[in-house]
């Protein structure tokens, strides 16, 4: 057994080396690694891995639940946990049994979606001219809403596609998702038809599919980049809704279940881990279910 001398700072670090940048997980996943130490470290001080125990989490996520939602509250925990099974699967023995931490239950929540008529206007409003809107980026944001809403990508899947990825009469590829997972994503034809004609406008050597414009070279399109490339595209729609990337991923889900699709099909097709996460989309089917039992429905007078 090892003897564990580490303060939980740096119990946190060597789980970042040894797990999330040796499996190349995402930054997001790093950042909830930062700021779940930050919270822990701020509340309880810097101590020694070995002096946490039940009562100290059980203080420190009380006065988590001041501030924050059960959601985030749920993902430190699930942070902490994961840090001291690390250890005691490295031999440190003498640090606290993860298991003797609960975790809290996942808030249900309803997602935002978009219908589809909706995400045509979106098509439609981004590729419209304007004055300082040029015609690259009226091509390359048409393609980019396409692509989040036909494939159902994530913001990061996105953006980290390269263009040898989108082929000749070739109507599927395959993205690297969240645990460095490897999927196969489809693409319908007038998406593939928008991709072509933004790439024809492509005349520099970089790889990614999807470039920002700029002077003096294109440089890999970032997430932020997009966000504001969907909401601006929302706008102009004159949609009200609050858009974002991860809208038109919703939407994608949402618009499978409601055409029927068996809902293991669309879990692989999103990427999740677990089918409990896929099943937050199916309110929406329910809710299709509702108004069917209200319109069709025969009710009995008495």
Same mark, same amino acid.
């Given at each position: 057994m090892k003897t564990t001398s580490l303060t939980l700072s740096e119990a946190f670090e060597l789980y970042r080396k040894d797990v999330i940048v040796y499996k190349n997980q995402s930054a997001k996943t790093e950042e909830m690694n930062r700021c779940a130490m930050k919270s822990i470290v701020d509340f309880l001080g810097d101590i020694q891995i070995t002096e946490l125990d039940f009562d100290s989490v059980r203080k420190w996520s009380a006065n988590l639940r001041k501030t924050r939602t059960s959601n985030t509250v749920r993902g430190y925990i699930l942070k902490i946990r994961v840090v001291l099974k690390h250890l005691r699967a490295l031999g440190y023995k003498d640090v606290m049994d993860p298991e003797a931490i609960g975790i809290p239950k996942r808030d249900s929540r309803v997602v935002d979606y978009l219908e589809v008529d909706e995400v045509e206007a979106m098509l439609h409003a981004v590729f419209q001219r304007g004055a300082g809107y040029s015609k690259f980026k009226r091509y390359r944001n048409r393609a980019i809403i396409a692509l989040m809403f036909s494939a159902g990508l994530r913001n990061g899947e996105l953006c980290s596609m390269e263009r040898t990825q989108i082929k000749d009469g070739v109507d599927s590829f395959t993205v690297i998702g969240k645990g460095n997972k490897p999927r196969v994503c489809f693409i319908d034809p007038v998406t593939h038809r928008y991709i072509d004609e933004y790439l024809a406008? %492509?005349?520099?050597?970089?790889?990614?599919?999807?470039? #920002?414009?700029?002077? @003096?070279? %294109?440089? @890999?399109?970032?997430? =932020?980049v997009v966000q504001m490339v969907v909401k601006n595209a929302a706008i102009?729609? =004159?949609?009200?809704?609050?858009? $974002?990337?991860?809208?038109?991923?919703? #939407?994608?889900?949402?618009?499978?279940? %409601?055409?029927?699709?068996?809902? *293991?099909?669309? @879990?692989?097709?999103? =990427? $999740?881990?677990?089918?409990?996460?896929?099943?937050?989309?199916?309110? *929406?089917?329910?809710?299709?279910?509702?108004?069917?039992?209200?319109? @069709?429905?025969?009710?009995?007078?008495?």
């Open positions: 406008l %492509r005349d520099d050597p970089y790889p990614a599919l999807f470039v #920002s414009e700029q002077q @003096k070279g %294109r440089e @890999k399109i970032n997430p =932020g102009k729609a =004159g949609l009200e809704k609050n858009i $974002h990337p991860h809208t038109l991923r919703h #939407s994608f889900a949402t618009d499978l279940l %409601r055409n029927n699709a068996n809902i *293991v099909y669309v @879990k692989e097709l999103l =990427g $999740h881990a677990n089918i409990q996460v896929t099943m937050t989309y199916t309110h *929406v089917v329910n809710e299709d279910l509702h108004e069917i039992h209200r319109l @069709k429905h025969t009710v009995v007078h008495a």
